[in-house]
């Protein structure tokens, strides 16, 4: 895809996104040992993670794999708490994760200087090493995803996803997570190789779309949360992401016939809530895309899209973001917008 004799960044980025997958392990596994290897020896049980946005979305991922895989608590800073009210939060017995793609937002630097200052284990997880967030932390996690200039961040998010996946892995000493991070990348080059074809066949009914929802729950649920925010900032159409159980209690209503409805569903424990969800969206004449490696899921709907099988929804989630990724870029197409320019949006986003 190009625009002006050039090719869009954020096709590249997209692109590049196997390659990138496949070097986080080699730039962090030592680094993410060590981690593992304090959090044990000091006895921490439990992680909060401090986040905006995209990294936010990649800490409930981590969220939701740190309840599964190793019988953790994980919660959610609000860094506002700090740094708007004044409040001094205790971390004690607390690992505090700051991430942040740049390594320049504000307020979650404050989380971490805060969790220094009471001597808790700190880290970051940024795409630059020379960042204020990754020299205050004690240690240091690397999206090591190059450059990324569009504006949707895209490689960044799914190799913080994986990196601290990776960091899930080793403190569960889950071998089975271990093992299917190994697989994504190559599954990742697949779906590159046919999904912008199936898309393609869908993305000319959205031409003139105002609004949707995008549904997910369990692992799925973070990944309705990015791609509705792909679809948003490219191309400034109201997506709205949903857990899928929340969704029947009030947001529903929000749905009339022909309205667009994106359904993630992934083989594993939340399959069946996805089915339901399909079918009470069927129900209302809802235009619904089924995003699943799911043949059941798949059959449920007219429009489609097919993951590679990875069997696990630890690793599903992987390729429904990209999926995701690749029709917010599509649908720029139809609708003429350049996704690499935007009048309101920064790269970096600095809130305090």
Do not use: W
């Not at 869908?202 to 031409?207: G, H, I, S, V």
């Not at 209302?284 to 043949?295: H, Q, R």
């Not at 992987?318 to 720029?332: C, D, E, I, N």
């Amino acid at each position: 895809m190009t625009m002006n004799g050039k090719m869009i960044n954020l096709e590249k980025e997209i692109r590049e996104q196997p390659s990138v997958l496949a070097g986080v392990k080699a730039a962090n596994i030592d680094t993410i040992k060590a981690i593992a290897a304090e959090y044990r020896a000091r006895g921490l049980n439990n992680i909060v993670f401090a986040a905006r946005g995209t990294s936010d979305h990649a800490s409930i991922y981590a969220q939701y794999l740190l309840g599964i895989y190793a019988g953790i608590p994980a919660m959610l800073a609000t860094p506002s708490v700090v740094t708007v009210y004044g409040s001094k939060l205790k971390y004690t017995g607390s690992l505090v994760i700051g991430v942040s793609q740049s390594g320049k937002a504000a307020d979650v630097l404050e989380i971490i200087k805060l969790a220094n200052g009471d001597g808790n284990l700190t880290v970051a997880l940024t795409n630059n090493t020379d960042s204020p967030l990754a020299k205050e932390a004690k240690y240091h996690l690397f999206c090591n995803a190059g450059s990324e200039t569009s504006i949707a961040a895209t490689k960044t998010f799914t190799s913080q996803c994986y990196a601290l996946a990776l960091l899930v892995a080793e403190l569960s000493g889950s071998k089975e997570l271990a093992e299917g991070l190994e697989k994504v990348p190559a599954a990742v080059t697949e779906l590159l190789e046919y999904m912008p074809t199936k898309i393609e066949g869908f993305a000319p009914r959205c031409r003139h779309l105002k609004a949707g929802v995008v549904l997910g729950r369990g692992t799925a649920y973070p990944i309705a949360l990015e791609g509705a925010l792909k679809v948003l900032e490219t191309n400034r159409i109201k997506m709205r992401g949903y857990a899928s159980s929340d969704f029947y209690h009030g947001p529903l209503a929000q749905l009339f016939e022909n309205d667009l409805a994106i359904v993630l569903a992934a083989e594993g424990p939340m399959l069946s809530d996805a089915i339901a969800m399909i079918d009470r969206l069927n129900g209302i004449n809802a235009e619904v895309l089924v995003i699943s490696d799911s043949d059941e899921a798949l059959s449920k709907s007219k429009f489609a899209l097919p993951l590679p099988k990875l069997g696990s929804d630890a690793l599903s989630p992987f390729l429904m973001a990209v999926t995701m990724q690749l029709l917010a870029l599509k649908l720029t197409e139809v609708n003429g917008i350049d996704p690499d320019a935007s009048k309101l949006l920064n790269k970096v986003t600095i809130t305090k």
